[in-house]
């Protein structure tokens, strides 16, 4: 199979060529490939190579693969190949999904609260090596540290290098065949067990900077932390890192660090640059913080995974919002770059172009999926375009080289918050194209409709209720409107979330997007009720910061359920079609079979099959033939579907032996293409009866 650059071979063969094509790399004759990745001499001899380089499948975050070995005629003969349990190296890890590396035939994944890297055999699931990092203040700490997605690996002068960011906030270089770590790369680290060489402590002087006595505690929680859960990004030979942070809905205080993103040189680890995500004086964005709040407050971290476009030498990096969720009235102003998509010069770190997706964002809004890059026709010219899934069931589609939106987007009046103190943006951006791909706000008639009488107890239900449109604000206990709380939708678990993965089809234009219905209704209390002033028991309850906020989440007011169903209509799941080239969608399908509880409930008594969709986010790949995800039937049970691309209808269906819990994805090992699902525990191989 021949090497190819993503954006030097005819479109759209080109974004495929990220998937499945093998890039040899400098050692097999390959450096003319690096050098037109970048111009520079930084990229030559270092690719990215196999079938599932990147765990979003390839740099563009397409999540596919032109692999048809398995197709829809054969798709329900799919059998276990091997399943790989790593109980036996502690807590479960729900969100990882290996790399493959074809040269040795391994599978790299993160397993554990411990994100112990594990290699496996590609054709048995046997495990070949490990490598655990030793425990430190900053592991015990990190909230994330059961969250991690998986590793980075590009192929560095012919050898396959493994990156790590474990949840201590280090990055490790691991030789991908043996699992020891890279000799020359970083510098040394002065915790017991660490190794001599092959780290970047990413929170010290190499990385963002700080000081501290202790590198294993780092720096006072009084000050914050930080943390990951997605992998670094291999783009030109640069190693570009992100973070995570403790949960927005957690935090009591209002002092915090910024989530500032990183570039490493792959082969050396030396520090390239560092993009600051909260901008001081004289950078853009520092009048969006109206009381200079960027001194002290924090987050803004970048804990979705990132894409990358080799040609044009960006990085795309989407963040979720900053300290805290629910309330920012310590922080006026629209709070630049919190809730955005920045597009990063991967050689020096500079802002190319940035699009702030929530204004002063308090609805815990995260930008929670890899931006999605492909190359489409608008009105008959090919355009370079950027598309972000939302929670908000909004997809925003710019062009990545300038960041433009393609089609307008308008900024309109949203409603105010009521909470003493709160200074929300007086308009948010909405796009005209296109639509929203899923329910946005709450009416009556957005109400369950199976019967007048399940309506009306549902309006009953939320007669307590503040409801409204997109971005109805929280409401504050004992608030002047007389309401319990209120319910906004969709909520932190609506649109598309962490487990909705969606996937692209460079052949036709068209984006797969899961979503699902929900809505939120957290009171807001004084944040001196929750806040025990540091002396939790448990060490993760140990806030960060000093200065408690007026207020804080406090506990949900959810209306429950309407005779045993949700009070919205169906469907309670779903996959759009969305055409990238016209912004118009094509069709819906539910995921997954309608719940038995809903098909026996009394009201549906001989009515057809309503199609609610199990209520679940679904993991999802494209391929040649179809598109396939993961999900349940009636009973809860859980399947691969694969369905049409072109009408969304089902061709068939295999039932696997565990929940997919966040990502699938597929490679080719000797003659034989693997389906790989994530679990509470492990991994599961599909494969074709030998």
Same mark, same amino acid.
Request: with cysteine; hydrophobic share 35%; aromatic share 10%.
């Given at each position: 199979?021949?090497?190819?650059s993503?954006?030097? #071979?005819?479109s759209?063969?080109r974004w495929?060529?990220?998937g499945s094509a093998?890039?040899?790399g400098?050692?097999c004759g390959?450096?003319?490939?690096?050098s037109?990745m970048?111009?520079?001499s /930084?990229?030559?001899?270092?690719d990215?190579e196999?079938d599932?380089?990147v765990?979003?499948?390839?740099?563009?975050?397409?999540r596919?693969?032109d692999?048809?070995?398995?197709?829809?005629t054969?798709?329900?003969?799919?059998?276990?190949?091997w399943e790989?349990?790593?109980s036996?190296l502690?807590a479960v890890?729900a969100?990882?999904i290996?790399?493959y590396v074809?040269?040795?035939g391994?599978l790299?994944n993160?397993?554990s609260?411990?994100r =112990?890297v !594990?290699?496996?055999d590609a054709? =048995?699931g046997e495990?070949?090596?490990t490598y655990?990092?030793?425990e430190?203040?900053?592991w015990a700490?990190?909230?994330r540290?059961?969250?991690g997605?998986?590793?980075a690996y590009?192929?560095?002068?012919?050898?396959?290098?493994v990156f790590?960011?474990?949840?201590?906030?280090f990055?490790?270089?691991?030789?991908?065949?043996t @699992?020891?770590?890279?000799?020359?790369f970083?510098?040394?680290?002065?915790i017991?067990?660490f190794?001599?060489?092959?780290?970047?402590?990413l929170?010290g002087?190499?990385g963002?900077?700080?000081?501290?006595?202790?590198?294993?505690?780092?720096i006072?929680?009084e000050q914050?932390?930080?943390t990951?859960?997605?992998?670094a990004? !291999?783009?030109n @030979?640069?190693?570009?890192?992100?973070n995570?942070?403790e949960q927005?809905?957690?935090?009591?205080? /209002?002092?915090?660090?910024p989530?500032d993103?990183?570039?490493?040189?792959a082969?050396?680890?030396?520090?390239?640059?560092k993009?600051?995500v909260l901008?001081?004086?004289?950078?853009v964005?520092?009048?969006t913080w109206?009381?200079?709040?960027?001194?002290?407050t924090g987050d #803004?971290?970048?804990w979705a995974?990132l894409?990358?476009?080799?040609e044009?030498g960006l990085?795309?990096?989407p963040?979720?919002g &900053?300290?805290?969720d629910y309330?920012g009235?310590?922080?006026?102003?629209?709070n630049?770059?919190?809730?955005?998509?920045?597009?990063?010069?991967?050689?020096t770190g500079?802002?190319?172009w940035h699009y702030?997706?929530?204004h002063?964002?308090?609805?815990?809004?995260?930008t929670p999926?890899?931006?999605v890059?492909?190359?489409?026709? #608008?009105? @008959?010219?090919?355009?370079?375009?950027?598309?972000?899934?939302?929670?908000?069931a909004f997809?925003?589609?710019l062009n990545r080289?300038?960041?433009?939106?393609?089609?307008?987007?308008?900024?309109?009046?949203?409603?105010q918050?009521?909470?003493p103190?709160?200074?929300?943006?007086?308009?948010?951006?909405?796009?005209?194209r296109?639509a929203?791909y899923?329910?946005?706000g709450?009416?009556?008639?957005?109400? #369950?409709?199976f019967?007048p009488?399940l309506r009306?107890?549902?309006i009953?239900a939320l007669a307590?209720?503040?409801i409204?449109p997109?971005?109805?604000?929280?409401?504050?206990?004992?608030n002047?409107?007389g309401k319990r709380?209120?319910?906004?939708?969709?909520a932190d678990v609506?649109?598309?979330?962490i487990d909705?993965?969606?996937?692209?089809?460079?052949?036709?234009?068209?984006i797969?997007?899961p979503s699902q219905?929900g809505?939120?209704?957290?009171?807001?209390?004084?944040g001196?009720e929750?806040?025990?002033?540091?002396?939790?028991d448990?060490?993760?309850?140990q806030?960060?910061g000093t200065?408690i906020t007026?207020?804080?989440?406090?506990p949900?007011a959810?209306p429950?359920?309407i005779?045993g169903l949700?009070?919205?209509k169906?469907?309670y799941?779903?996959?759009?079609a969305?055409?990238?080239n016209?912004?118009?969608?094509?069709w819906w399908t539910?995921i997954?079979d309608?719940?038995?509880?809903?098909?026996?409930?009394?009201?549906?008594?001989?009515?057809?099959?309503p /199609? =609610?969709?199990?209520?679940?986010?679904?993991?999802?790949?494209?391929?040649?033939?179809?598109l396939?995800?993961?999900g349940h039937?009636?009973?809860r049970t859980p399947?691969?579907?694969?369905?049409?691309k072109e009408?969304g209808?089902?061709? &068939?269906?295999?039932?696997?032996p565990?929940?997919n819990?966040?990502?699938?994805?597929?490679?080719?090992?000797e003659?034989r293409q693997?389906?790989?699902a994530s679990?509470n525990? @492990?991994n599961?191989?599909?494969?074709?009866p030998?």
């Amino acid at each position: 199979m021949s090497r190819r650059s993503f954006r030097s #071979i005819p479109s759209p063969t080109r974004w495929a060529a990220l998937g499945s094509a093998v890039l040899l790399g400098a050692a097999c004759g390959g450096e003319g490939m690096a050098s037109s990745m970048n111009g520079g001499s /930084r990229a030559e001899g270092v690719d990215v190579e196999g079938d599932w380089p990147v765990i979003t499948g390839n740099l563009a975050g397409q999540r596919y693969t032109d692999l048809t070995q398995i197709d829809p005629t054969n798709f329900a003969d799919l059998e276990v190949a091997w399943e790989y349990d790593a109980s036996h190296l502690g807590a479960v890890n729900a969100r990882s999904i290996p790399v493959y590396v074809a040269d040795h035939g391994l599978l790299v994944n993160v397993h554990s609260e411990y994100r =112990t890297v !594990v290699a496996t055999d590609a054709a =048995t699931g046997e495990e070949v090596w490990t490598y655990t990092e030793p425990e430190t203040f900053r592991w015990a700490y990190s909230m994330r540290k059961n969250h991690g997605k998986g590793v980075a690996y590009a192929n560095i002068d012919g050898r396959d290098v493994v990156f790590l960011i474990s949840p201590a906030f280090f990055l490790h270089a691991l030789d991908a065949a043996t @699992g020891e770590h890279i000799e020359g790369f970083g510098s040394p680290v002065d915790i017991p067990g660490f190794p001599e060489t092959g780290v970047v402590d990413l929170l010290g002087p190499e990385g963002l900077g700080y000081e501290y006595e202790n590198a294993s505690d780092g720096i006072p929680l009084e000050q914050g932390y930080i943390t990951s859960s997605s992998p670094a990004l !291999v783009v030109n @030979g640069v190693v570009v890192v992100g973070n995570s942070a403790e949960q927005g809905y957690n935090q009591t205080r /209002r002092e915090n660090i910024p989530g500032d993103i990183l570039g490493y040189d792959a082969r050396t680890g030396g520090k390239l640059w560092k993009f600051d995500v909260l901008p001081g004086p004289g950078e853009v964005g520092h009048e969006t913080w109206e009381n200079d709040a960027w001194e002290w407050t924090g987050d #803004i971290s970048s804990w979705a995974p990132l894409s990358g476009d080799p040609e044009l030498g960006l990085v795309y990096v989407p963040t979720n919002g &900053a300290t805290q969720d629910y309330y920012g009235g310590f922080r006026p102003g629209d709070n630049l770059f919190s809730t955005s998509l920045i597009a990063l010069d991967v050689e020096t770190g500079e802002r190319a172009w940035h699009y702030q997706l929530v204004h002063h964002d308090i609805w815990n809004y995260d930008t929670p999926q890899v931006p999605v890059l492909a190359d489409v026709m #608008i009105d @008959g010219v090919e355009t370079p375009i950027i598309a972000q899934v939302t929670k908000q069931a909004f997809l925003y589609v710019l062009n990545r080289e300038t960041g433009e939106p393609i089609w307008p987007i308008e900024e309109r009046p949203v409603p105010q918050s009521h909470i003493p103190g709160e200074q929300l943006a007086p308009t948010q951006p909405f796009p005209t194209r296109p639509a929203p791909y899923d329910m946005q706000g709450l009416t009556e008639d957005d109400l #369950i409709d199976f019967s007048p009488e399940l309506r009306q107890q549902a309006i009953e239900a939320l007669a307590d209720f503040e409801i409204g449109p997109l971005f109805t604000p929280p409401l504050q206990r004992d608030n002047d409107l007389g309401k319990r709380a209120a319910l906004w939708c969709p909520a932190d678990v609506g649109g598309t979330n962490i487990d909705g993965t969606p996937a692209f089809d460079p052949e036709t234009g068209i984006i797969y997007v899961p979503s699902q219905k929900g809505c939120s209704a957290r009171i807001i209390i004084p944040g001196s009720e929750k806040d025990d002033g540091g002396m939790a028991d448990d060490l993760e309850d140990q806030p960060t910061g000093t200065t408690i906020t007026d207020w804080v989440p406090g506990p949900s007011a959810s209306p429950g359920r309407i005779d045993g169903l949700p009070y919205w209509k169906a469907p309670y799941s779903k996959i759009t079609a969305i055409d990238l080239n016209t912004g118009e969608h094509l069709w819906w399908t539910p995921i997954g079979d309608t719940p038995r509880n809903v098909l026996d409930h009394p009201a549906l008594e001989g009515q057809p099959d309503p /199609r =609610t969709g199990s209520g679940r986010q679904a993991a999802m790949f494209a391929t040649p033939d179809m598109l396939v995800y993961a999900g349940h039937d009636s009973d809860r049970t859980p399947h691969l579907f694969a369905v049409s691309k072109e009408t969304g209808e089902e061709l &068939a269906r295999v039932e696997i032996p565990d929940n997919n819990r966040y990502h699938l994805m597929t490679y080719m090992h000797e003659g034989r293409q693997y389906i790989i699902a994530s679990t509470n525990g @492990g991994n599961f191989a599909m494969a074709l009866p030998n």
